[in-house]
């Protein structure tokens, strides 16, 4: 949320598990926000619908990792693209990344990468192993945070006398 904040992307949520109904999770996404969840909200999508809906007329780009993917650096940006980040433990579903118009991918060196488990996990009822465990991936702050600022800076590119504050 921070990251977004400080691109100025819009962010909507789609919580199918609904742990962010738990007061303590959500007191920790705020502590994590830096006061940007009071000042931008969290705004969820509550159902497939209304993600068609907010997909009408825009791309909707997801991120994977694995094959049939474009790397995050031969990828253009259009304006009022939908980027779509997956959990870290999951990533996005098969179905969501076939539904998607592209799916890009922040690439990274081939090395062996399985996924600790986690001391204080915000699901701790879950019991399914991690998708992909092992294979090279980052953390969904960390890609939102590569992702957000490729945008940015192929904007900045496109746009070199524009106040950078009307960004994206």
């Not at 969840?37 to 999508?45: A, S, Y």
Request: hydrophobic share 40%; charged share 25%; proline share 8%.
């Amino acid at each position: 949320l921070r990251l977004a904040e400080a691109y100025s992307f819009a962010v909507n949520i789609i919580d199918s598990d609904r742990v962010l109904n738990d007061a303590g999770k959500m007191s920790n996404v705020s502590d994590f926000a830096c006061g940007a969840l009071p000042r931008r909200g969290l705004p969820r999508l509550e159902s497939t619908e209304a993600l068609t809906q907010l997909r009408t007329g825009r791309r909707l780009i997801a991120t994977a990792i694995g094959e049939n993917t474009i790397p995050l650096t031969g990828f253009q940006f259009q304006p009022d693209d939908l980027i779509a980040l997956g959990n870290e433990y999951d990533g996005l579903s098969d179905r969501f990344v076939r539904e998607a118009d592209v799916v890009i991918q922040v690439p990274t060196p081939p090395v062996w990468m399985p996924k600790e488990q986690s001391k204080l996990p915000i699901d701790p009822l879950r019991k399914a192993p991690v998708a992909r465990d092992g294979e090279p991936s980052l953390n969904v702050a960390v890609t939102g945070g590569i992702v957000c600022y490729a945008a940015y800076a192929q904007w900045l590119v496109n746009h070199p006398t524009e106040d950078s504050s009307t960004r994206l």
